[in-house]
């Protein structure tokens, strides 16, 4: 029996298995609903597993929850801190809270973080970008060795987003674990390995490369001049064909559709470039998605 | 089975201590429930210095309430209209008007029926026949005020019944005057801290849930019980400030007096403050935001305000509904108010209640303890 979760008759988290290595970047991505939030949960302590189990840091997380409470930093989607409180009022309860004496370690924690100029301002106040390091900072306070992000970029802009990264990265190097939950694509490809759950199964696991290859898709993209027209075309033969700005991307199995069919299916206009192309993570992802509810229905 | 990284005695300790922002390998035995309470309460009360609703909600609230029962609410009524039917008579006009209880009209009204035209269109309360002897003969009330019927009979039927007659010595004790502030005041302090101790109390548990800060302390190593009692401490003494700044207020605005110590009854309080956030911690399991959460307390505060025996007469109260009454944490510290405001009363006498009390504060924070509990599971 694997790590399982239900909730009454709803089976959230479903005979998962997988092995996280230390200062290893893992990534949970998976549509809505897939038990992401629900597993990181688990993993935390917060829930007691209905089956299987876990081992956080060496602790098993249906009986030492305190202890890995104690090691972990957990930051949730809404980022967790008080609004109405500064940052330097947020870190230093969330040291207080963990019982962290060193206060020359939570100063270092606020100047790596860049957030010593707005130390005194209310978080509320602040950026987004600027509040996703506060919160940052407050799950770094007390020197987990595992932090857990659920979602750590929702509503961020892409420079504040690359800089969370990269610290992610650093962090990571010097042996920091990190459990990333995510459904942004380009942020999945910058994890060392990946679990893609749906309906609470592990569909897929692997690095970034591995779950492209193991989509098995070339992805056609094509260049044409009336791209409105030739997108509504190819969409009718192949409903899995998106536009990517003014190119359209027909993500295809085994090249299992020929060059002639795509021309063929947009005869009567100029086709300015054909090219095939390996797939982008986002276009593996929706592949390994449709193919696990393929079988899921397949055994029912 | 899922395994994140492996336990930390496996691994070698890290020894360097210049790289300051590194992983902590060692960890240190972290701090006691001690200083955990410590930092909930801190955050609490910084939280409550920025917040001005909340701020309002506990000071302007209490006082516009004090100032309502002191000043408004006047549970004797004096300058009742009233006027003679068929004859004038000197006896009578001053036996109404003697202590301003009653305003007489300066005419005097023909007959019955014209009387009861006054009645019925408001114009006078009551209506005292007066016979060709000077004395009255029957009176005529306008029970459509209860209030000011009940007022005018008890005074009118000594009146009409033994004109000439030794009236009865009646000595009242206490509140000798009969003054509503001195009867309203001591019952204040109980509704203000039910009031103030059960939302408080309530919009700031909820007030975590909606932010999503609830979900981030479940992840620390704050235990559930130490997260209730991070929210009764700061709320208990916010909710006995308040209990001493409507006491000093009602001392000193409404010359209420004060015969018993009023330290006893500030450690009386205790267990009937503790009982009221309780009751806030119970309310805000169920509420999702903090609009339920004010809702929800001002459903529980109603009827404990109109069935304690804090406005209305415990004895009013039909049987019926009696013992929901029993129920009530304020029924039990009315008493202990007003007891020791106006007679001055020590815990030799109040022990009952004090243990009501007491048991009620144990059996609420239990209730709050496991629904709390099962609530954050």
């Known amino acids: ?300 | 089975m899922v395994t994140l990284p492996d336990a930390p005695d496996s691994k070698s300790p890290a020894t360097s201590s210049d790289e300051a922002t590194g992983p902590g390998r060692v960890w240190r035995a972290t701090g006691g429930t001690g200083r955990r309470l410590r930092a909930l309460t801190r955050k609490e009360f910084v939280q409550l210095r920025r917040d001005r609703r909340t701020v309002l909600l506990m000071i302007g609230m209490p006082l516009v309430l004090l100032l309502i029962f002191g000043y408004g609410i006047r549970l004797s009524v004096n300058g009742i209209g009233a006027e003679l039917v068929g004859h004038d008579s000197s006896f009578v006009r001053q036996a109404l008007t003697q202590h301003d209880r009653f305003k007489v009209t300066s005419g005097i009204a023909p007959t019955e029926s014209a009387a009861r035209d006054d009645l019925l269109h408001g114009r006078v309360s009551v209506a005292v026949m007066v016979g060709p002897s000077g004395l009255p003969t029957s009176v005529l009330v306008d029970g459509s005020d209860a209030f000011v019927a009940q007022n005018s009979l008890e005074y009118l039927r000594s009146l009409v019944a033994s004109p000439g007659a030794n009236p009865v010595r009646t000595n009242v004790l206490y509140n000798p005057t009969l003054r509503s502030a001195d009867f309203m005041v001591p019952a204040e302090v109980g509704m203000i801290m039910l009031w103030v101790g059960t939302v408080a109390t309530a919009i700031g548990v909820v007030r975590e849930r909606e932010q999503g800060t609830l979900e981030q302390l479940m992840m620390t190593p704050i235990r559930k019980i130490e997260l209730m009692i991070g929210k009764i401490l700061p709320y208990s003494v916010l909710t006995l400030l308040d209990a001493v700044l409507i006491t000093t207020l009602g001392l000193w605005l409404f010359r209420v007096p004060m015969r018993g110590n009023p330290f006893e009854l500030l450690l009386f309080a205790v267990p009937y403050l503790i009982a009221a956030l309780s009751i806030g911690l119970l309310v805000s399991t169920v509420a999702q935001n903090q609009r339920q959460a004010m809702q929800t307390a001002a459903f529980i505060l109603l009827p404990q305000v109109l069935l304690s025996g804090a406005m209305f007469p415990l004895a009013a109260i039909p049987w019926g509904i009696r013992w929901v009454s029993q129920l009530l944490p304020l029924t039990y510290f009315t008493p202990i108010s007003r007891g020791v405001f106006l007679k001055g009363l020590g815990f030799a006498d109040l022990w009952p209640q004090v243990a009501v009390l007491s048991a009620m504060a144990v059996i609420f924070t239990g209730l709050a303890a496991i629904f709390f509990k099962s609530r954050l599971d």
């Open chain 1, 1 to 300: 029996m694997e790590l399982s979760k239900r909730f009454g008759d709803v089976t959230v988290v479903d005979d998962l298995t997988f092995d996280v290595a230390e200062g290893e970047v893992f990534g949970l991505i998976g549509p809505n609903g897939a038990g992401k939030t629900t597993l990181i949960r688990m993993l935390c302590g917060l829930f007691t597993p209905s089956g299987g189990r876990a081992t956080v840091l060496g602790f098993d997380v249906a009986h030492d929850q305190r202890r890995i409470r104690e090691r972990v930093g957990y930051m949730s989607q809404g980022f967790g801190l008080y609004g109405d409180l500064s940052v330097d009022e947020n870190l230093r309860f969330y040291a207080d809270v963990y019982g962290v004496r060193d206060s020359a370690y939570v100063d270092a924690v606020r100047a790596r973080l860049g957030l010593v100029e707005v130390r005194h301002l209310v978080v509320d106040d602040l950026p987004t970008g600027v509040r996703q390091r506060s919160a940052l900072a407050a799950v770094l306070v007390h020197q987990p060795q595992l932090i857990v992000l659920d979602e750590p970029t929702s509503g961020v802009d892409p420079v504040a987003r690359d800089g969370m990264w990269r610290l992610v990265r650093e962090l990571a190097r010097e042996g920091v674990t990190a459990l990333v939950t995510t459904h942004v694509m380009p942020e999945a490809a910058q994890c060392d390995r990946l679990a893609l759950l749906a309906g609470g199964r592990l569909v897929a696991a692997g690095t970034p490369e591995d779950l492209i290859d193991r989509s098995q898709l070339t992805v056609a993209e094509i260049s044409v001049s009336s791209w409105k027209e030739a997108f509504a075309r190819l969409q009718m033969r192949w409903p899995s064909a998106a536009l990517h700005g003014t190119r359209i991307h027909i993500p295809v199995a085994d090249h299992s559709i020929d060059e002639r069919d795509i021309r063929h299916t947009l005869e009567g206009l100029e086709v300015r470039s054909l090219i095939w192309q390996s797939p982008t993570m986002e276009d593996a992802f929706i592949a390994l998605v449709d193919a696990n509810e393929l079988a899921v229905e397949h055994q029912e």
